[in-house]
């Protein structure tokens, strides 16, 4: 027989001053390959279409619908019921601003993280569209796009200590960036600059260490190699720096 899935929803809409935060539970039968997405699309058409969700891609690339399922977080899109319990806790991503129930804004938290890291090839090469384009050996390539496979959707920096506790903590999706461009041959700066930008508190200094980053992403991503880069490179440099003032 299927099973009887009761799912408890947060529910909260901050724009209503007479809404407060819940939950609110909602029951489905179970069905072949259901997934969370799947489910909260039924409820939502079927019981009740003012529940608030993000989706887009439905195939793990878009990053939208993460949200703490049973409070790991997770993409709605890939995690199937058949690997849950009966009862189903779903709540939005912690850090960043709520819109309403399930639904988070991670845009401007990323947008104003890739400006801080200046997550761009830093190059004074002026860009000539008839040009061949600048050759990279391929073992390089692989690893450098195996760092850019992140969809940026957040369940790392929701899964983050030091993000939780403090909003000026740029996260390993910051770092996984930072990492990238410092394998890259193409981009400019320096190890100073690079120090500049993570070699910080707020940076790789702040993190504690405890990889709920690696645990969650769901891309797999080596988070915890290219953090143990950058403490390596970066707490060199500021060795070298120590010593330079002292002397």
């Keep these: 027989m299927a099973r009887q899935l009761t799912f408890h929803i947060f529910r ?68 199937k019921t058949k690997d849950l319990p009966e009862e189903i806790t779903l709540l939005p991503l912690p850090v960043f601003k709520l819109i309403g129930d399930l639904s988070v804004d991670t845009g401007n938290w990323f947008r104003t993280m890739n400006e801080k890291v200046e997550s761009w090839v830093h190059t004074d090469r002026v860009f000539d569209p008839a040009a061949e384009e600048e050759r990279m050996d391929n073992s390089l390539a692989e690893e450098i ?10 369940c790392c920096v929701a899964a983050c200590g030091t993000a939780n506790m403090r909003p000026d903590f740029i996260g390993a999706v910051a770092l996984n960036r930072i990492a990238r461009f410092i394998m890259d041959p193409r981009d400019q700066r320096t190890d100073q600059q690079y120090f500049e930008v993570v070699g910080t508190d707020e940076g790789i200094f702040g993190c504690m260490g ?28 500021a060795i070298k720096q120590l010593f330079q003032r002292k002397g």
Aim: proline fraction near 6%; glycine fraction near 6%.
């Design 210 to 237: 405890l990889l709920g980053c690696e645990d969650v992403c769901p891309k797999d991503l080596p988070l915890q190699d290219q953090l143990g880069m950058l403490r390596r490179k970066m707490g060199w440099n």
């Design 145 to 154: 796009y195996e760092l850019e496979r992140c969809i940026e959707c957040g």
């Design 12 to 79: 909260y809409n901050p724009l209503d001053s007479a809404s407060t935060p819940h939950l609110q539970d909602f029951f489905l039968e179970e069905t072949d390959s259901l997934t969370i997405f799947i489910a909260l699309n039924r409820i939502r058409e079927e019981q009740d279409p003012s529940l608030q969700f993000d989706f887009c891609c439905r195939a793990g690339i878009c990053g939208s619908c993460a949200m703490l399922i049973n409070g790991r977080p997770d993409l709605a899109c890939h995690t």
